[in-house]
């Protein structure tokens, strides 16, 4: 059984930086295409990163380009998204997820999701 567990949210001021980890238990992360949703409140669930199962092609949202770096360790099956510049409108629940076939094709398997909250 694969499980997704997020780490790393918390409440950070503007201009500050996280980085959120997401320890995949079940199955080799090589297995995957990977990536990190978010859900701001009244708002649709976007796609803010991914990772292919390479892990060496990485796509981004317009919104966080620049800002947000997607990266995995095959060792410790781990992926993380390291956050930088952080603005008020990056707050958010951040989902981890991961496809077999792709993350706009099906998503399978999610994480819980872990709260990230910026203050002006």
């Known amino acids: 059984q694969v499980q997704l567990l997020e780490s790393g949210g918390g409440l950070v001021q503007a201009g500050g930086s996280l980085r959120l980890s997401c320890a995949v238990s079940?199955?080799?992360?090589?297995?995957?295409?990977l990536g990190w949703f978010r859900r701001a409140p009244g708002k649709e669930r976007e796609l803010v990163a991914r990772?292919?199962?390479?892990?060496?092609?990485?796509t981004y949202a317009d919104s966080v380009k620049g800002r947000f770096t997607i990266s995995r360790d095959s060792v410790t099956n781990t992926i993380y998204l390291q956050i930088n510049s952080l603005k008020p409108e990056d707050t958010a629940v951040y989902y981890c997820?991961?496809?077999?076939?792709?993350?706009?094709?099906?998503?399978?398997?999610w994480g819980q999701g872990t709260q990230v909250t910026v203050s002006s």
């Open positions: 079940g199955r080799a992360i090589s297995n995957f295409h």
């Open positions: 990772i292919g199962k390479s892990g060496t092609f990485t």
């Open positions: 997820a991961a496809s077999p076939v792709g993350l706009t094709i099906e998503v399978p398997y």
